[in-house]
């Protein structure tokens, strides 16, 4: 099938929709709901002002508490004509908007250490979205200065570019095809990049082969936790000169490069030491900075060491790692120790613990273990639909059978051996593994619709898909990451998607539904909440709601998982330490209303108004405590009585809590039937961790 175009709108707001939030997000959560308000009502930040458009004041108590307006700050208005038709537009200068903010941490699996992502504040988004807007042009072109660069921004995206999901283009689903609302909302980013979104595809390319025939040898250079360390006060040194950023530093300020150090000051609570980690504008951020230092190196190696830069070496930097091509251990040392000054300017180090060199043939371990795993699975796993021969007296239509036999024992072991072998982990190809067998699930899924669907074919079916699942958790247990997690949530929903959607009889259905319950408990017993699992966990509590009711986790089960216990001689329910939001809400949109869970959903209702009151006196700058309260006052599984208690904690009487309700019926938490996990997890494909 080929692609459809769609056109880009509402551009002032889109950046909020692509760039702000992590990937690693749970499915629940997104920026869908708000972006749709803000778009509705036209809200942006433009020449010092904070505008919406309402014609009434029912907005005004939401736009006060979403940007920290304060409560006698006076709203403006005046009537503007768009499109023909006057409208009333709402204001007030963004000086009286408190933008200083605390950013919503959380942690996810990465490496031995873990890393923290972050959701910024959602007035701090409006705000990234305007620099966007007004300073698209300088980005690009300050993105475009490095010669070294293989990702980076080129231009603002005009089109999104989409295909059907396989399930819904050919396997008789019953969902309709996405209307182009929602394929728009699948967008993948505010820019169009070039040249490589991943990584591994630069391995494979004729620039890397091409650059392997001319050098003898390659080096991978990595910065030292380039996020982490970054100095924020480095991009208007980047941009201007440091000596000139600091002889004119109050006009600098008013500079592209001083308004996005002060910008990203602003979300992430004053701080300079270090820029949030996960949305695509800190990646931007860090380009511009890493741009500086591709130029500056280039321009000090062929001036002090006489050095050519695609004659003595060749270097492509892919965010923050770096790829030097050479001849001469010389030239090696060199680029090294300039590479280390530049870098030692900007407050950034070297990961020495992470270089790796190769010589010819230049080919990373990841790249040879990639090339055997895709022979191992393309032997060991591939569905068909066989026409049977049919006979020189027969009168009706061959039969076309499924054939899908999968050793899942020998999968297994020489899966093992081939890691083993390239010296790779299971962490290091996870993704790719987890990619291959998601096409051949895919594949599965046609053979049998193209077969004549006997009895047989139903257990052959069947059997694939456990042999699939068993293989695809094995791998996962020894990488629980998120990406690896989104991945096996697809597949689950793939699967258990088709069953129901082909109608095949319960029993068969149950083989398949109880042995991912099974896994996944086993996985949440395993893994109970901690700060480095949480969300990694919650994918898989919410993919196993997607099965049925009949796979409900029995009780002890999830107290167990989330930390939490009975109290001795009173029997109530107790946890150490408050629950994220994102635990939060994923645990109500799991109980829902089940009356097996009553007594945990009213634990939870508590455990919710003791962690904002905790929260109280930081509340209208917390970005944890805002989407809380945005989202739970509109939460369908929580009581009336909790509610009212929330509103209060923000200072709002029944009217204001009223008002907050009604501006808006989806903010970043999907409840009920706006949440279907197949499309969220099928919206992550436009969006693979770089």
């Keep these: 099938m080929s692609k459809r175009r769609v056109l880009l709108t509402h551009r002032k707001q889109r950046a909020v929709l692509t760039d702000m939030l992590p990937f690693e997000v749970p499915p629940t959560f997104s920026n869908r709901g708000y972006f749709r308000f803000l778009r509705n009502h036209s809200v942006e930040i433009e020449k010092g002002q904070l505008r919406w458009i309402c014609e009434t004041t029912d907005l005004d108590l939401t736009l006060r508490i979403l940007f920290g307006i304060a409560p006698n700050t006076p709203i403006a208005t005046e009537t503007v004509t768009e499109w023909g038709k006057h409208k009333t537009r709402r204001s007030v200068p963004i000086s009286k908007c408190r933008m200083d903010t605390v950013p919503f941490n959380f942690r996810v699996a990465h490496n031995l250490d873990g890393r923290t992502l972050s959701i910024v504040h959602p007035r701090n988004q409006v705000d990234v979205a305007n620099f966007y807007v007004t300073h698209s042009a300088l980005i690009t072109y300050y993105t475009s200065v490095s010669d070294f660069s293989i990702r980076r921004p080129v231009s603002v995206s005009r089109y999104v570019y989409y295909k059907d999901k396989l399930h819904e283009e050919r396997l008789d689903s019953t969902a309709g095809v996405e209307e182009e609302g929602r394929e728009y909302e699948q967008l993948g980013s505010y820019f169009v990049y070039k040249k490589y979104r991943n990584i591994h595809r630069f391995f494979e390319s004729h620039q890397y082969h091409s650059s392997e025939k001319k050098y003898d040898a390659m080096v991978q250079i990595d910065v030292n936790k380039c996020f982490d360390s970054i100095y924020t006060h480095s991009l208007p040194w980047s941009v201007l000169g440091r000596d000139q950023t600091k002889f004119s530093l109050e006009e600098s300020k008013a500079t592209f ?85 530049i870098l030692k300017s900007k407050k950034l180090s070297i990961n020495t613990a992470k270089i790796k060199q190769y010589q010819k043939p230049i080919i990373t371990e990841i790249t040879i273990a990639k090339e055997r795993i895709s022979t191992l699975l393309k032997d060991e796993i591939d569905p068909v639909c066989e026409e049977e021969e049919p006979t020189p007296d027969s009168l009706t239509a061959p039969k076309r059978n499924l054939v899908c036999s999968i050793n899942t024992n020998r999968l297994i072991t020489r899966y093992k051996s081939v890691i083993k072998g390239a010296g790779v982990t299971y962490g290091d190809l996870l993704n790719y593994t987890f990619g291959i067998i998601e096409n051949k699930l895919e594949k599965l899924c046609r053979a049998y619709v193209e077969c004549d669907k ?34 096996l949530c697809r597949m689950v929903a793939t699967s258990v998607g088709f069953l129901h959607a082909q109608g095949l009889p319960y029993e068969l259905k149950h083989l398949l539904f109880k042995y991912i319950q099974e896994n996944v408990m086993q996985q949440l017993e395993k893994n109970t909440m901690s700060n480095q699992s949480e969300v990694e966990s919650l994918y898989l509590l919410i993919s196993l709601s997607y099965i049925g009711r009949e796979y ?54 508590a455990h919710i108004i003791a962690k904002l009151e905790h929260m109280e006196a930081y509340r209208n700058s917390d970005t944890e405590a805002l989407i809380l309260l945005l989202d739970l006052v509109i939460c369908p599984y929580i009581s009336f009585a909790t509610k009212t208690r929330i509103g209060q904690i923000f200072d709002l009487d029944a009217v204001g809590l009223s008002s907050i309700q009604s501006s808006n019926d989806h903010w970043f938490t999907a409840w009920g039937d706006r949440f279907d996990l197949g499309k969220e997890l099928d919206a992550k494909r436009s969006r693979e961790v770089y």
Aim: with cysteine; glycine share 6%; net charge positive.
């Design 257 to 341: 490069g001083g308004r996005f150090d002060a910008l990203m000051q602003n979300l992430n609570h004053k701080e300079t030491n270090g820029i949030v980690i996960g949305p695509e504008f800190s990646r931007i951020f860090a380009e511009i900075i890493l741009q500086s230092v591709d130029a500056e190196l280039c321009k000090k190696l062929f001036e002090g060491e006489n050095l050519t830069h695609r004659v003595d070496y060749e270097i492509f930097r892919y965010v923050d790692d770096f790829f030097v091509f050479y001849n001469k251990e010389s030239t090696r040392i060199k680029i090294f120790e300039t590479l280390q000054g």
């Design 454 to 487: 006997s009895d047989r074919d139903r257990k052959r079916l069947i059997k694939a898909m456990l042999a699939s699942m068993e293989y695809v958790f094995f791998c996962y247990s020894a990488s629980p990451k998120v990406n690896h997690t989104i991945r």
């Design 552 to 605: 409900w986790l029995p009780v002890s089960v999830i107290l167990r998982h989330f930390l939490i216990t009975e109290e001795a001689g009173t029997g109530n329910y107790v946890r150490p330490g408050f629950m994220s939001h994102f635990s939060i809400t994923v645990l109500l949109s799991y109980i829902k209303d089940k009356v097996r869970y009553v007594r945990l959903k009213t634990f939870l209702e």
